[in-house]
């Protein structure tokens, strides 16, 4: 029987090797910015992309994947017998899971082709689909992979911190973050996904103190459940991140650690100096 093919988007910015090794299908979001898209991942990428944000007088918009995207993605796959699941970006954030979700019907509703609301984005949404990928490659079906995905869902976690809420007041996408809005500029918000949305946590004074906090409270969320993976990632403050991935190690010994970077289209959204830490436990 052949593998059940897990596809995603470039939200996940999942490494090239893990998408290498599990042959994970990865469609590109798009950034609109001074009259040119790009293609997520694939036109621009991360480090290029903060640098010229951190100088830039225009903050650029963002895309979905579209619906002939996925059709596609989809079509040859499923002409060939494949199976396939797609999980993205969480739909509080983008509607690439409706554009899926449009394809599916374009193309007949086929029963080989699931999409997954994941309410995850970045490396926590990496998490989600390394499951998947790795239960099809030991032989999963169909329905055992739809019935893991809801199981992994409370296994993982993500906070982050930012520079600025600039952005995130910019696009729209703070929810009840705007309340740290017009506070002191050494205040550092702790932010979370939750439920697939970007919502505040607290606010702590200096950045030091923000990620000192910040494995506070992933320490507490993994509550000693074993195994542990993390996912230390950043938006161009690489050494902080080396930093506090040394720091996380010390204190959860994860079975397996991915570097990671925001992707431009999720750090259109969050600014350069995003930090962020997500892990999977259990």
Not at 18 to 23: E, G, I, L, Q
Not at 108 to 114: A, F, V
Not at 137 to 149: Q, V
Request: net charge negative; with cysteine; proline share 5%.
């Amino acid at each position: 029987m052949d593998k059940v093919i897990i596809a995603t988007d470039s939200s996940a910015y999942l490494p090239q090797e893990y998408v290498d090794r599990y042959n994970i299908p990865v469609l590109p979001l798009t950034l609109n910015w001074d009259g040119q898209s790009y293609r997520d991942g694939v036109d621009i990428r991360a480090t290029e992309f903060y640098t010229r944000l951190s100088k830039s007088a225009t903050i650029p918009t963002t895309s979905q994947v579209t619906v002939q995207q996925f059709l596609d993605l989809f079509t040859p796959l499923l002409e060939s017998g494949h199976k396939v699941i797609f999980t993205g970006i969480s739909l509080g954030i983008s509607a690439t899971y409706n554009s899926a979700v449009i394809a599916k019907e374009q193309l007949g509703n086929p029963e080989n082709l699931e999409i997954i609301e994941s309410k995850l984005v970045s490396s926590a949404l990496s998490f989600l689909v390394l499951a998947l990928a790795r239960a099809s490659e030991e032989g999963a079906s169909m329905k055992d992979l739809l019935e893991l995905a809801p199981q992994v869902y409370p296994k993982i976690g993500v906070y982050f911190t930012v520079d600025t809420l600039e952005y995130l007041h910019k696009g729209g996408r703070i929810n009840t973050a705007k309340r740290f809005m017009g506070t002191a500029l050494n205040i550092k918000p702790m932010l979370e996904i939750r439920d697939g949305k970007i919502e505040a946590v607290e606010s702590v004074i200096s950045r030091k103190k923000a990620i000192t906090r910040m494995l506070d409270l992933v320490v507490k969320q993994v509550g000693g459940r074993t195994p542990v993976r993390i996912s230390p990632f950043h938006a161009l403050c690489e050494d902080e991140c080396l930093e506090m991935e040394a720091r996380a190690i010390e204190l959860l010994h994860p079975v397996e650690v991915i570097r990671s970077e925001v992707s431009p289209v999720v750090g259109a959204h969050v600014g350069p100096g995003t930090l962020s830490l997500a892990w999977m436990a259990g």
